[in-house]
Nanobody, 131 residues
Framework: QVQLVESGGGLVQAGGSLRLSCAASGGPFSAYLMGWFRQPPGQDREFVAAITWNGRNTDYADSVKGRFTISRDDGDSTLSLQMNNLKPEDTAVYYC????????????????????????WGQGTQVTVSS
């Protein structure tokens, strides 16, 4: 069973940058659709970004488009999220997710995929953006 471990969270001032990483193990990372989600305090988990197994298709939440970039390194089995121009409303716990039941899918399961489309999750990393 695939295991996902996030890192890179922290406290940053508005306008700053952070790079989140997700290390995967226990499965064929290169075959998986991967995604980032976040859960702000007191709110539901929400979609941030997703990338297909071959990196050809990506999608972003409208709120982060142009500021965040999702990428993957299959050699290191690592998923990344580069976050620039951070805003206080980006404050949340960020989760890495994998869709492991269907391999090598070239298309996202839906526009802005929901948490239900992913079956493996990390423990999350806290990102706090101060104003």
């Amino acid at each position: 069973q695939v295991q996902l471990v996030e890192s890179g969270g922290g406290l940053v001032q508005a306008g700053g940058s952070l790079r989140l990483s997700c290390a995967a193990s226990g499965g064929p990372f290169s075959a998986y659709l991967m995604g980032w989600f976040r859960q702000p305090p007191g709110q539901d988990r929400e979609f941030v970004a997703a990338i297909t197994w071959n990196g050809r298709n990506t999608d972003y939440a409208d709120s982060v488009k142009g500021r965040f970039t999702i990428s993957r390194d299959d050699g290191d089995s690592t998923l990344s999220l580069q976050m620039n121009n951070l805003k206080p409303e980006d404050t949340a716990v960020y989760y890495c997710a994998a869709e492991t039941l269907v391999a090598y899918t070239d298309h996202l399961p839906a526009p802005k995929p929901a948490p239900k489309h992913f079956d493996a999750w990390g423990q999350g990393t806290q990102v706090t953006v101060s104003s």
